[in-house]
């Protein structure tokens, strides 16, 4: 049965054309992302803080589709490469792409897509789901920063310093991003 995707909640809403509307959403996630990169506390075990960063990843991944998603996230590492305070803590420079926390800020892009791969597939549709979309993409997230934070400390501890103390924040901001997601299907498509 070829069921057609569903529909991002953005495109649900009715911005599905391109041009103006799409350049601004893209710039809106990004904006968004770099919002909460502000949102920092240092860790005194790891190079790598925690950031309310991949809340920003899960809500436009999940509202944005995987293009758009994925073009947010690639202009917010751009934009923090080339010098825009958009990194954790008002940092930026292309020395964060390549240090102890450059593959999380590229797995940001990664999972922004898969998520809203996954939101396009529906699976953006209910809590458990939506829980699950988010598992993926914090997996993809912290993955990707482990990966190359072991290039810098040794992979024992980059499983320690760069996995193991972010999961329970990273499950808090998964959980709060799972409960606003249905929330707002249910104000701006009443019909859902």
């Given amino acids: 049965m070829n069921r057609p995707l569903a529909l991002t909640l953005t495109a649900r809403i009715g911005l599905r054309s391109s041009g103006l509307p799409n350049i601004l ?10 919002g909460l990169a ?22 436009v991944g999940a509202t944005m589709g995987s293009s758009r ?3 947010s996230l690639g202009l917010y590492l751009l934009a923090g490469s080339l010098g825009l305070p958009f990194f954790a803590g008002g940092a930026s420079g292309w020395n964060h792409v390549f240090g102890p926390t450059g593959g999380y800020l590229l797995g940001f892009i990664l ?10 597939r529906g699976w953006d549709r209910s809590i458990l789901r939506v829980a699950a979309m988010f598992a993926i993409g ?8 482990a990966l190359v934070l072991s290039r810098f400390i040794g992979l024992e501890k980059a499983w320690l310093g760069g996995i193991l103390p ?15 997601l249905p929330t707002a299907h249910k104000i701006i498509d009443p019909q859902t």
């Fill in 25 to 34: 959403l893209v710039a809106a996630g990004s904006l968004l992302v770099a």
């Fill in 38 to 59: 502000q949102i920092r506390i240092p860790l005194p075990f790891t190079p790598v803080p925690i950031t309310g960063q991949t809340l920003g990843v899960f809500l």
């Fill in 69 to 71: 998603a994925a073009l």
């Fill in 111 to 120: 999972a922004a897509y898969v998520v809203g791969h996954l939101a396009e």
């Fill in 138 to 145: 914090e997996a993809i997230i912290l993955g990707l920063g």
């Fill in 166 to 180: 972010f999961l329970p924040g990273d499950a808090f901001k998964a959980l709060i991003a799972a409960l606003l």
